[in-house]
């Protein structure tokens, strides 16, 4: 069973969840040419887009991997170390 999650951009369209990034806090990118990024914070007051670069996503997303592998989170390690892959390599 996979568990992807989507999120409808009011510009780019369908967004694809990477990963959470902190509490309240996500990176997603773009669907289809996953060359858009975005840190999504959930608020009380609603979602807040921030665009970052393709870079600081990577950064993210091996800041994430690190901290799966240190805690022994293997099946999630797993799973982003396939979509750092897919995306960034």
């Not at 009011?10 to 975005?38: H, I, M, S, W």
């Not at 608020?43 to 991997?65: H, N, Q, T, Y």
């Given at each position: 069973m996979?568990?992807e999650?989507?999120?409808?951009?009011?510009?780019?369209?369908l967004?694809?969840?990477?990963?959470?990034?902190?509490?309240?806090q996500?990176l997603?990118?773009?669907?289809?040419a996953?060359r858009?990024f975005?840190?999504?914070t959930?608020?009380?007051?609603?979602?807040k887009?921030?665009?970052?670069?393709?870079?600081?996503?990577k950064m993210?997303?091996?800041?994430?991997?690190?901290?799966?592998?240190?805690?022994?989170?293997?099946e999630?390690?797993q799973?982003?170390?396939i979509?750092?892959?897919?995306?960034?390599?």
């Amino acid at each position: 069973m996979t568990t992807e999650t989507y999120m409808n951009h009011p510009n780019f369209g369908l967004l694809f969840k990477v990963c959470p990034v902190e509490d309240n806090q996500e990176l997603f990118t773009t669907l289809y040419a996953q060359r858009l990024f975005f840190l999504v914070t959930q608020s009380p007051a609603g979602l807040k887009f921030e665009p970052i670069s393709r870079s600081d996503a990577k950064m993210l997303v091996e800041i994430r991997l690190r901290m799966l592998r240190r805690t022994g989170q293997m099946e999630p390690y797993q799973k982003l170390q396939i979509i750092h892959q897919q995306t960034f390599l």
